[in-house]
Protein backbone atom coordinates (compact mmCIF):
# COMPACT_ATOMS: atom_id res chain seq x y z
CA UNK A 1 0.00 0.00 0.00
CA UNK A 2 1.33 3.50 -0.92
CA UNK A 3 0.22 6.98 0.40
CA UNK A 4 -1.32 9.51 -2.23
CA UNK A 5 1.19 11.88 -4.31
CA UNK A 6 -0.05 14.72 -2.11
CA UNK A 7 0.27 12.87 1.31
CA UNK A 8 3.89 12.00 -0.40
CA UNK A 9 4.27 16.16 -1.82
CA UNK A 10 3.66 17.10 2.18
CA UNK A 11 6.35 14.53 3.45
CA UNK A 12 8.54 15.79 1.45
CA UNK A 13 8.05 19.65 2.23
CA UNK A 14 8.70 18.12 5.96
CA UNK A 15 11.30 16.82 5.35
CA UNK A 16 12.64 20.08 3.10
CA UNK A 17 11.52 22.30 6.02
CA UNK A 18 13.15 19.92 8.75
CA UNK A 19 16.68 20.09 6.85
CA UNK A 20 16.17 24.05 6.87
CA UNK A 21 16.24 23.62 10.84
CA UNK A 22 18.71 20.79 11.48
CA UNK A 23 22.43 21.33 10.67
CA UNK A 24 22.51 17.09 10.24
CA UNK A 25 19.54 17.06 8.12
CA UNK A 26 21.35 14.78 4.65
CA UNK A 27 18.78 17.34 2.77
CA UNK A 28 20.64 20.72 4.51
CA UNK A 29 23.30 20.73 1.49
CA UNK A 30 21.86 20.15 -1.82
CA UNK A 31 23.85 20.58 -4.93
CA UNK A 32 22.75 23.06 -7.30
CA UNK A 33 23.23 23.38 -10.58
CA UNK A 34 22.82 26.43 -13.43
CA UNK A 35 23.76 27.22 -16.75
CA UNK A 36 27.65 28.32 -17.25
CA UNK A 37 28.31 31.80 -19.02
CA UNK A 38 29.82 29.43 -21.68
CA UNK A 39 26.60 27.42 -21.81
CA UNK A 40 27.50 24.71 -19.94
CA UNK A 41 26.46 23.36 -16.76
CA UNK A 42 27.95 24.24 -13.67
CA UNK A 43 26.70 22.17 -10.00
CA UNK A 44 27.68 22.82 -6.42
CA UNK A 45 26.91 22.09 -2.87
CA UNK A 46 24.91 24.59 -1.17
CA UNK A 47 22.98 25.24 2.22
CA UNK A 48 19.20 24.78 2.13
CA UNK A 49 18.07 27.77 3.76
CA UNK A 50 14.32 28.13 3.92
CA UNK A 51 11.65 25.66 1.96
CA UNK A 52 8.05 25.87 1.30
CA UNK A 53 5.25 24.85 -0.77
CA UNK A 54 6.66 26.43 -3.30
CA UNK A 55 10.19 28.00 -2.80
CA UNK A 56 13.93 27.31 -1.64
CA UNK A 57 16.40 30.12 -0.74
CA UNK A 58 20.07 29.77 -0.74
CA UNK A 59 22.28 32.34 0.12
CA UNK A 60 25.88 33.76 -1.88
CA UNK A 61 28.48 36.45 -2.44
CA UNK A 62 27.38 38.08 -5.41
CA UNK A 63 30.83 37.92 -6.54
CA UNK A 64 30.43 34.35 -7.04
CA UNK A 65 30.07 32.77 -10.78
CA UNK A 66 26.67 31.71 -9.91
CA UNK A 67 25.12 35.11 -9.26
CA UNK A 68 26.56 35.70 -12.36
CA UNK A 69 24.85 32.81 -14.54
CA UNK A 70 21.62 33.19 -12.66
CA UNK A 71 21.72 36.77 -13.47
CA UNK A 72 21.49 35.58 -16.94
CA UNK A 73 20.16 31.82 -16.85
CA UNK A 74 17.31 32.15 -14.36
CA UNK A 75 16.57 28.33 -14.50
CA UNK A 76 17.93 25.73 -11.49
CA UNK A 77 18.31 22.50 -10.17
CA UNK A 78 18.36 21.28 -7.02
CA UNK A 79 19.85 17.29 -5.83
CA UNK A 80 18.95 16.05 -2.27
CA UNK A 81 19.78 12.87 -1.57
CA UNK A 82 19.46 10.87 1.65
CA UNK A 83 21.53 8.25 1.92
CA UNK A 84 19.97 6.22 5.25
CA UNK A 85 16.68 6.44 3.39
CA UNK A 86 18.14 5.92 -0.20
CA UNK A 87 15.82 9.08 -1.53
CA UNK A 88 16.81 11.30 -4.06
CA UNK A 89 14.80 14.69 -4.59
CA UNK A 90 15.14 16.71 -7.51
CA UNK A 91 13.67 20.32 -7.70
CA UNK A 92 13.96 22.77 -10.32
CA UNK A 93 12.09 25.68 -11.11
CA UNK A 94 13.30 29.85 -12.02
CA UNK A 95 15.04 32.02 -9.69
CA UNK A 96 14.50 35.59 -8.53
CA UNK A 97 18.08 37.32 -7.04
CA UNK A 98 17.73 39.33 -3.63
CA UNK A 99 19.95 41.81 -2.74
CA UNK A 100 20.11 44.78 -0.01
CA UNK A 101 16.34 44.75 -0.34
CA UNK A 102 13.96 44.24 2.30
CA UNK A 103 14.28 39.82 2.05
CA UNK A 104 17.63 40.19 1.86
CA UNK A 105 18.28 42.00 4.87
CA UNK A 106 15.80 39.91 6.88
CA UNK A 107 18.23 36.76 5.90
CA UNK A 108 21.03 39.14 6.79
CA UNK A 109 19.89 39.70 10.21
CA UNK A 110 19.35 36.42 11.47
CA UNK A 111 22.69 34.96 9.90
CA UNK A 112 25.77 34.40 12.93
CA UNK A 113 29.13 35.74 12.50
CA UNK A 114 30.77 32.94 11.13
CA UNK A 115 28.34 32.67 8.10
CA UNK A 116 28.41 36.61 7.39
CA UNK A 117 32.36 36.79 7.77
CA UNK A 118 32.54 34.77 4.84
CA UNK A 119 30.87 37.92 3.07
CA UNK A 120 33.73 40.03 4.13
CA UNK A 121 36.31 38.02 1.86
CA UNK A 122 38.71 40.08 -0.02
CA UNK A 123 39.67 39.47 -2.84
CA UNK A 124 36.35 38.23 -4.27
CA UNK A 125 35.77 34.73 -4.52
CA UNK A 126 37.75 32.43 -7.64
CA UNK A 127 40.26 35.62 -7.53
CA UNK A 128 43.81 34.05 -8.16
CA UNK A 129 45.90 34.37 -5.56
CA UNK A 130 49.87 33.66 -4.60
CA UNK A 131 49.23 31.41 -1.76
CA UNK A 132 46.15 29.64 -0.25
CA UNK A 133 46.08 31.76 2.74
CA UNK A 134 46.71 35.60 0.54
CA UNK A 135 43.39 36.39 1.32
CA UNK A 136 41.59 38.37 4.31
CA UNK A 137 38.51 40.05 5.95
CA UNK A 138 37.52 43.35 5.14
CA UNK A 139 34.29 45.89 5.63
CA UNK A 140 31.08 44.62 5.74
CA UNK A 141 29.67 41.27 3.95
CA UNK A 142 26.08 42.97 3.92
CA UNK A 143 27.45 44.51 0.41
CA UNK A 144 28.17 41.07 -1.23
CA UNK A 145 25.33 39.17 0.18
CA UNK A 146 22.69 37.57 -2.06
CA UNK A 147 19.54 35.46 -1.17
CA UNK A 148 18.64 33.34 -4.74
CA UNK A 149 15.00 33.05 -4.19
CA UNK A 150 13.89 29.92 -6.27
CA UNK A 151 9.78 29.58 -7.20
CA UNK A 152 10.38 26.02 -8.18
CA UNK A 153 7.60 23.89 -10.24
CA UNK A 154 8.79 20.65 -10.60
CA UNK A 155 9.76 17.90 -8.64
CA UNK A 156 11.07 14.34 -9.26
CA UNK A 157 10.80 11.92 -6.02
CA UNK A 158 13.24 8.59 -6.51
CA UNK A 159 13.39 6.24 -3.31
CA UNK A 160 15.57 3.01 -3.88
CA UNK A 161 14.26 -0.22 -1.96
CA UNK A 162 15.06 -3.69 -2.53
CA UNK A 163 12.09 -4.42 -2.98
CA UNK A 164 11.67 -2.28 -6.14
CA UNK A 165 12.00 1.48 -6.62
CA UNK A 166 9.30 3.89 -6.22
CA UNK A 167 9.14 7.15 -8.41
CA UNK A 168 6.99 10.38 -8.26
CA UNK A 169 6.82 13.33 -9.96
CA UNK A 170 5.02 16.41 -9.16
CA UNK A 171 4.45 19.20 -11.27
CA UNK A 172 3.09 22.74 -9.92
CA UNK A 173 0.59 25.06 -12.79
CA UNK A 174 -0.43 28.51 -10.79
CA UNK A 175 -0.76 27.36 -7.19
CA UNK A 176 -2.31 23.69 -8.11
CA UNK A 177 0.29 20.53 -7.85
CA UNK A 178 -0.46 17.57 -9.63
CA UNK A 179 1.41 14.42 -8.96
CA UNK A 180 1.84 11.05 -9.96
CA UNK A 181 3.73 7.51 -9.43
CA UNK A 182 6.07 7.42 -12.51
CA UNK A 183 7.44 4.19 -13.41
CA UNK A 184 10.88 4.17 -11.63
C1 LIG B 1 29.01 21.90 2.60
C2 LIG B 1 29.14 23.10 1.70
C3 LIG B 1 28.19 24.10 1.78
C4 LIG B 1 28.28 25.22 0.95
N1 LIG B 1 27.31 26.18 1.03
C5 LIG B 1 27.33 27.23 0.17
C6 LIG B 1 26.26 28.17 0.15
O1 LIG B 1 25.28 28.08 0.90
N2 LIG B 1 26.35 29.19 -0.74
C7 LIG B 1 27.39 29.33 -1.60
O2 LIG B 1 27.41 30.28 -2.37
N3 LIG B 1 28.41 28.44 -1.62
C8 LIG B 1 28.41 27.39 -0.76
N4 LIG B 1 29.41 26.46 -0.78
C9 LIG B 1 30.53 26.67 -1.72
C10 LIG B 1 30.09 26.26 -3.13
O3 LIG B 1 30.00 24.85 -3.22
C11 LIG B 1 31.04 26.78 -4.22
O4 LIG B 1 32.33 26.26 -4.02
C12 LIG B 1 31.12 28.30 -4.23
O5 LIG B 1 29.88 28.90 -3.92
C13 LIG B 1 31.59 28.82 -5.60
O6 LIG B 1 30.66 28.40 -6.57
P1 LIG B 1 30.43 29.19 -7.94
O7 LIG B 1 31.80 29.57 -8.44
O8 LIG B 1 29.73 28.23 -8.83
O9 LIG B 1 29.62 30.40 -7.64
C14 LIG B 1 29.35 25.33 0.02
C15 LIG B 1 30.27 24.30 -0.06
C16 LIG B 1 30.17 23.20 0.76
C17 LIG B 1 31.19 22.11 0.62
Given at each position: ?23 KSPWKTP ?92 PAPATPI ?55
Amino acid sequence: MSITPEVLRQDILLNLRTATKKRKSPWKTPVVSTMGLDNTPKARVVVLRRASNDVLELHTDIRSEKWAELTKHQHIAWTFWDRSRQIQLRVSGCVVLHQNDALAQDNWNRLGEGSRKTYRVEPAPATPIATPESYSYRGDGYRYFGVVRCHFDWMDWLHLTRDGHKRAIFTRDANKWTGSYVSP
